[in-house]
């Protein structure tokens, strides 16, 4: 019997929950596909975090730093689970590390799956002109923008009028049809960052439906109350580039008003979608993915549960969802490896 | 009045599919001269597009100003106001939500559409009673009943 | 500028504020007050103002004729202002309308029954309750205080309007309840009351007056005075306005 837990993906939710069960007295074995822990958020360079702005570091820092420094925690970057058998309470498992080839055995009493999403790549949609139109930017590419402080088109001068338009590549059966959950918010809280940073700009969302759920509300409310962002009702056909400016062309759904109006800059609320990692990590501890590539749980409202004894999923790699609830989720997950433990060793 | 009536009847009559066309798109110019030939009549006539080509806040920043008019930047076009309108179930053309986006976004064909019917606001109140986000829609009619009338209106576009 | 203008009909010789210290300050505040409607409605940048309305009566466009012009203008007047036809028409509270007829039948009765006692001898008084002139300062008075009073009320009735109404509405609204409450105290205390007391309301009615002619031009007030006026200028240009 072993007292150690293997963590597949060390971002949000693997960080938590490895954190917890060190702090609960476990061992951990964090695995992360990439060179550096974190997982989107230190990946993509957010600068802060919705609902509160609150610094990137600020939350990812301390869950970071625990990791790399806690003789409990065992962390392996640039490194994939290649095989798992055995049953809960005593898996073993194959740890590739992808630099050097090299393969390491490790016996694991259960398994946190938290392997995350994917930013839709938005030039898989040809109609927003994304990676062949200049100033046609990712929420996550305008993330690193903000965070650096510079906000500036591809001649470098910072833009006076910006588009945001919201479910590229999410509600739409040619891409993904959920809804990614945060972009509304996430694309808000950039718009207002933008009015802090560049002051003077005009900033227009075009959106469906703002899904700016529970206290995050008060973000929408804040842009158009405190920082006159617009607001235009309408899915984008087409952003064309007159080789000086984006042609934005839409309907302004409140008014049956077809436009066409040039941008400076357009910024893609790009939605969440599962990533490789996550397909490759199902494959290999053999969970069943959904009809839309995320991990499916046993049952759709208990999330942890994968549907094998041993293995517990957490965060976005089950469903689209906020930082704060991936969160809970690595802690939750946690709980249940805990449960595993105690059940099997005396910790 | 018979002559006023005429003229308007005649605005761009030679335009197939006339009546799908509103007034405020056809340009008629008065007279046409071009190289020195008389070319008034249908050849002057031009139909504007419905496409709208820019968003302009200049009337809207000038309501704002007005008495009454300071909060509607807060409207998100739920469109409670109309909902418990009496005027707007009586009559199209006089619709709270609508006047205040298309001041907001600076759509001048549809305010030279609309903007006389702003009068008809009988001023019940009913309208900021009901408002979720305290825009003071009754307020605001009559921001924009000045504003319509006032030089910031003219300094749009 | 309707209800400004009730002066109460007791005037007494030997009353603290003389009849002539009324006359002067009317004389200094209704002008004032129009001066300041006129810079009001300049303030918002708009051509119109409510005096424009004389302009109109002798401009080139529209109905042709003097006496035309003259019988558009009463009777827009007549149709649109005094019985509240655009108000009233679009109006699904019947209270609501009557509280506005009321105020303004009131205010406008005020000044008439103003108007005439001036022109009668006013040392006369205080006259007999049965005289026509004070009986129609009494009821204008009463009714103006009604009105308010139904429009104050309609506005505490409901938590949602009691929210969402502005601070210049109340005080617009209390000021017109008191100068009619005040009108009709003044009037009472004439009857039976002490002279001091009724001096003293007297002279709390001649202050109400005058915050009222001074506030009207910063009130919504200033609005439908104005809005009122475009509309009869438009029937009168014979302009094609919104149908009713």
């Known amino acids: ?329 690595g802690s939750a997950a946690a709980m249940q490896a805990a449960k595993v433990l105690k059940k099997t060793v005396a910790v | 009045m018979a002559a006023e009536e005429r003229k308007k009847e005649e605005k761009g009559r030679f335009i197939a599919e006339r009546r799908y066309v509103d007034d405020q798109r056809i340009v008629e110019p008065e007279k046409l001269e071009a190289g020195g030939v008389d070319m008034s009549g249908r050849w002057g006539t031009l139909v504007l597009p419905r496409t709208i080509e820019e968003f302009d806040h200049s009337l809207f920043e000038g309501v704002k100003r007005l008495p009454r008019g300071g909060k509607v930047g807060k409207c998100w076009q739920c469109g409670n106001c109309t909902a418990v309108c009496p005027v707007a179930h009586a009559n199209p053309m006089f619709n709270p939500r609508y006047l205040i986006h298309i001041v907001r976004m600076g759509y001048q064909a549809e305010i030279e559409k609309v903007k006389d019917y702003v009068y008809l606001c009988s001023g019940c109140g009913l309208c900021s009673a009901a408002c979720p986000k305290d825009v003071d829609p009754q307020g605001v009619m009559i921001a924009l009943s000045i504003a319509f009338k006032s030089g910031r209106a003219k300094g749009g576009r | 500028m309707g209800p400004s203008e009730a002066v109460p009909l007791i005037i007494d010789r030997n009353a603290i504020v003389g009849h002539a210290a009324v006359v002067d300050l009317m004389a200094v505040l209704l002008p004032l007050s129009f001066v300041l409607l006129y810079l009001r409605v300049r303030g918002w940048d708009v051509p119109f103002t409510p005096f424009g309305i004389f302009a109109s009566l002798f401009a080139k466009e529209g109905k042709p004729g003097f006496a035309a012009r003259s019988r558009a203008l009463l009777s827009a007047t007549a149709q649109d202002i005094l019985f509240l036809k655009r108000a009233g028409g679009r109006c699904e509270e019947p209270l609501h309308t009557w509280g506005r007829g009321l105020v303004m039948w009131g205010a406008l009765g005020s000044v008439a029954a103003t108007l005439l006692a001036a022109l009668t001898d006013p040392a006369a008084v205080p006259m007999a309750l049965t005289d026509p002139v004070r009986l129609l300062g009494d009821l204008s008075q009463a009714a103006l205080a009604s009105g308010a009073a139904i429009l104050i009320l309609r506005r505490l009735s409901n938590g949602a309007r009691r929210r969402a109404t502005d601070i210049h509405t109340w005080s617009l609204q209390c000021l017109l309840l008191y100068v009619g409450l005040s009108g009709v105290a003044v009037d009472a205390l004439s009857q039976g009351g002490s002279f001091l007391a009724m001096e003293a309301m007297y002279i709390s009615q001649l202050a109400s007056i005058s915050a009222l002619l001074l506030y009207a031009p910063f009130s919504e007030l200033a609005f439908l005075v104005w809005k009122g006026s475009l509309l009869v200028q438009k029937s009168l240009l014979d302009e094609a306005g919104p149908p009713g």
Not at chain 1, 79 to 106: I, L, M, P, Q, W
Not at chain 1, 173 to 199: F, Y
Not at chain 1, 265 to 280: D, H, R
Not at chain 1, 281 to 291: D, H, S
């Open chain 1, 1 to 329: 019997m072993t007292g150690t837990v293997l963590v597949v993906g060390g971002g949000p939710a693997g960080l938590r929950a490895a954190v917890d069960l060190a702090d609960f007295g476990a061992r951990v074995l964090l695995v992360e596909k990439r060179d550096q822990l974190g997982g989107a958020p230190v990946r993509w360079k957010y600068r802060s975090l919705a609902p509160d702005f609150t610094p990137t570091e600020e939350v990812m820092g301390p869950l970071i730093g625990f990791c790399e420094s806690s003789p409990m925690v065992e962390v392996h970057k640039g490194s994939v689970v290649e095989g798992c058998e055995g049953s809960v309470g005593d898996f073993t498992v194959k740890v590739r590390n992808e630099a050097d080839g090299t393969t390491t055995e490790h016996r694991v009493s259960s398994v946190i799956v938290a392997t995350g999403f994917e930013h839709f790549d938005a030039s898989v949609d040809p109609r927003y002109a994304y990676g062949r139109a200049p100033n046609v930017i990712g929420i996550n590419e305008l993330e690193a923008m903000l965070k650096e402080g510079r906000v500036v088109g591809h001649d470098g001068r910072p833009p006076k009028r910006v588009a945001f338009i919201f479910c590229v590549g999410s509600r739409d059966r040619s891409t993904n049809p959920w809804c990614c959950t945060v972009c509304c918010g996430v694309s808000i809280k950039q718009a207002i960052e933008m009015k802090q940073t560049l002051g003077d700009v005009q900033v227009y969302m075009i959106y469906m439906d703002i899904r700016t759920v529970g206290l995050w509300e008060k973000l929408y409310w804040d842009s158009m109350e405190k920082y006159g962002i617009n607001y235009i009702r309408g899915r984008v056909g087409e952003v064309y580039y007159t080789g000086e400016k984006l042609l934005v062309k839409g309907e302004d759904t409140l008014v049956r008003g077809p436009f066409e109006v040039l941008f400076d800059m357009v910024v893609l609320a790009v939605g969440i979608e599962p990533g490789p990692g996550t397909k490759q990590a199902a494959g290999v501890l053999g969970l069943k993915l959904n009809e839309y590539g995320f991990i499916a749980p046993r049952q759709p409202n208990v999330h942890v549960d994968s549907g094998r004894d041993g293995i517990f999923l957490a965060g976005t790699c089950i469903a689209p969802m906020s930082i704060e609830e991936t969160l809970s989720e």
